[in-house]
C-alpha cells in the first residue's frame, strides 16, 4: 500500500514529535509517506477513525477502549506523552481569588470538567490520592476546554481541570493551583493507537512511523529550546506563556502498563462506559516500538 498513512493530531503539545520528524525528514529516511490530519476535537478525531478515513491517531486509552467495546477494531502502539515530575498533562485549578489552595477545600465545590474523558478520569484519580472522599467530589461537564478556561477566570465556576499548556496560562493570569498529575505521574499518558487492519496489512509502515517519532522525542528531550519556533508554529501555547511556557520530555519506546490499563479499566466499569474489563493484550502491543 503506497497511500500515506494518514494520522489524527489535535493541536497539542502531544503531536510535537510528529511535526518535528516531519520537518526534519524522519518519516522519509524511514521509507514512510505519512499524512497529518488535524482535527479540532476528539469527536472529530473518533469520527474519522470510525469511517476508516485514518490510520492512526493520537489519543488516550479511554478513547481506544471505546472504539473496542463490541469487537476489537484499534491497539494502542505507543505511548505519546506522560506526565513527569515537574512535567504535568493536566492540572486541578481553583479561579482567582476562591482562596483554594489544598485538595481539601474542593471537597463538593464543582469541577468543571470534560464527563467521560481523560480529563474526569486524572480528576478523580488525583482527588483519591488526596483523600477526597468519591461522595464529595463534585463535577459540571463543561466539554469545550476554553470555554472551561473563560469560566473559571471570571470565576463563574471555582474550580477546573484543564491541559498544560493552557494550564500554565490561567495560572500566569491569577488562577491558583490545586493538584496536578505531576505529582501522580501515572494516571496521565496520551497514546498513538491504529486500526487493526493498518498493523496487520501495513506493519513495516508502522515500524517506520515509530522509528521517525522517536527520533523526534529524543531530539526534544536532548534541546527542548532549540525547537521552540516550530512548536509555537504547530501547537497551540497561549500568548502570556508562549516563550516560558517549559517544553516537556517525552517518553520513548514504551506503552502503557498492564496495571494502568487496569486502572482504566476499572474506572470505566464504574462509570457504565464498559460492562467488562477489554484484556490489556488485545488493546496494547509493543511488537512495532523501535528497538
Known amino acids: ?19 518535528l520528524a516531519e520537518a526534519k525528514g524522519y518519516f522519509e529516511k524511514q521509507g514512510v509517506q505519512v499524512q497529518a490530519v488535524p482535527v479540532a476535537s476528539g469527536m472529530d478525531r473518533d469520527q474519522l477513525m470510525q ?6 491517531m493520537l489519543n488516550e486509552m479511554i478513547s481506544s477502549a471505546n472504539f473496542n467495546r463490541e469487537q476489537i477494531r484499534v491497539k494502542i502502539v505507543s505511548a505519546a506523552r ?33 464527563k467521560n474523558t481523560i480529563i474526569e478520569y486524572v480528576t478523580d484519580r488525583l482527588l483519591a490520592q488526596e483523600n477526597i472522599p468519591a461522595a464529595q467530589i463534585e463535577k459540571q461537564s463543561i466539554p ?36 496536578d498529575d505531576a505529582k501522580y505521574p501515572r494516571y496521565s499518558m496520551s497514546v498513538l493507537t491504529f486500526r487493526l487492519q493498518t498493523l496487520e496489512k501495513r506493519p513495516g509502515d ?5 522509528r521517525a517519532w522517536d527520533l523526534a522525542a529524543a531530539d526534544i528531550n536532548a534541546s527542548p ?17 508562549r516563550h516560558s511556557y517549559k517544553i516537556p520530555a517525552y517518553p520513548r519506546k514504551k506503552v502503557p502498563q498492564p496495571e494502568q ?31
Open 206 to 210: 508502522v515500524r517506520g512511523f515509530l
Open 144 to 179: 469545550i476546554i476554553p470555554e472551561r478556561y473563560q469560566l473559571l477566570m471570571q470565576g463563574r465556576i471555582k474550580a477546573a481541570t484543564l491541559p498544560d499548556p493552557l494550564a500554565k496560562s490561567a495560572m500566569q493570569a491569577g488562577a491558583d493551583l490545586v493538584v
Open 82 to 114: 506522560q506526565a513527569y515530575p515537574g512535567d504535568p498533562l493536566f492540572r486541578i485549578l481553583a479561579a482567582p481569588g476562591s482562596h483554594i489552595d489544598t485538595p481539601g477545600k474542593l471537597a463538593g465545590v464543582a469541577i468543571g470538567i470534560s
Open 261 to 291: 490499563w487496569a486502572d482504566v479499566m476499572d474506572w470505566m466499569i464504574s462509570k457504565g462506559l464498559l460492562n467488562q474489563t477489554l484484556p490489556y493484550e488485545d488493546c496494547v502491543t509493543s511488537n512495532f516500538l523501535p528497538q
Open 1 to 19: 500500500d503506497t497511500k500515506p498513512l494518514k494520522i489524527a493530531l489535535l493541536p497539542i503539545l502531544d503531536s510535537f514529535p510528529f511535526y
Open 51 to 56: 469511517s476508516g478515513e485514518i490510520n492512526g
Open 225 to 241: 529550546e532549540a525547537h521552540r519556533e516550530l512548536l509555537l508554529k504547530k501547537i497551540r501555547v497561549p500568548k502570556n506563556v
